[in-house]
């Protein structure tokens, strides 16, 4: 059983629709939860980090992590055809500092 | 902006052949690492180093090998490539401390193709 999993998508909204994304994960220790953004031919770059349990703002983007649950999400708002790109999970405990563990992401398509 | 680099970035070899995949970082980071990444899959750990002559396995059972003679140099090799190595190499760096200022930068990635 994988420890992070992740929707593969593919996953196609119209331009201005609210996107969710969602992980859940098994491993009770994950501290520090992070979504990644990668295009075509890029690598991932960091999007959204987020400490324990709660929500976090950015811009047009939320991430929420709920630990009871395990389960993490993030919402687009005003998704833009510049947000189509693969949205990577990944988690890490605090004991592991190294080794982040990543969902194997889900492929974001907005339709202009 | 991110300053790492990786070279090259799409590589074709046949069977046998020995390769280098070079990753640069200008940014001094101690922490440098590889990961291996196909598609619809997740990112792999197959290498990490703590600073200059450190380096650890990742998680991902690897054939490859690599370096730390330099800071900002880690330079991943396979002595004799097989079809089995066909994949994404992407190459990534941060501070000694991770955390939401210090998280890890990718690099372009290298796409190989091993025939």
């Known amino acids: 059983q994988k420890e992070v999993e992740q929707d593969p998508g593919p996953l196609s909204v119209p331009e201005g629709a609210i996107v969710s994304l969602n992980c859940t994960y098994s491993?009770?220790?994950?501290?520090?939860f992070m979504w990644y953004r990668q295009y075509s031919r890029k690598g991932p770059e960091l999007l959204m980090y987020?400490?324990?349990?709660g929500n976090k703002e950015d811009g047009r983007f939320t991430a929420q992590v709920d630990k009871s649950s395990k389960y993490i999400s993030l919402f687009i708002r005003d998704s833009q055809p510049s947000d189509s790109a693969t949205y990577l999970c990944a988690m890490r405990a605090y004991s592991s500092a190294s080794k982040i563990i990543f969902g194997s992401g889900t492929r974001l398509s907005i339709r202009p | 902006e991110a300053d790492i680099y990786q070279t090259p970035r799409y590589l074709v070899i046949g069977t046998g052949k020995k390769i280098t995949l070079e990753c640069s970082q200008t940014m001094g980071h101690d922490k440098m690492y590889w990961y291996q990444q196909d598609p619809g899959m997740e990112l792999h750990l197959i290498h990490y180093?703590?600073?200059?002559?450190?380096?650890e396995k990742g998680d991902l059972s690897s054939e490859s090998t690599v370096s730390r003679i330099r800071t900002e140099h880690f330079p991943l090799t396979l002595e004799s490539a097989r079809p089995s190595h066909t994949s994404q190499y992407l190459c990534?760096?941060?501070?000694?401390?991770?955390?939401?200022?210090?998280?890890?930068?990718f690099g372009p990635g290298t796409r190989l193709t091993v025939l």
């Open positions: 491993n009770s220790a994950f501290q520090y």
């Open positions: 987020t400490y324990s349990s």
């Open positions: 990534a760096s941060s501070e000694f401390w991770e955390s939401q200022d210090n998280e890890q930068f």
């Open positions: 180093s703590y600073g200059v002559n450190s380096t």
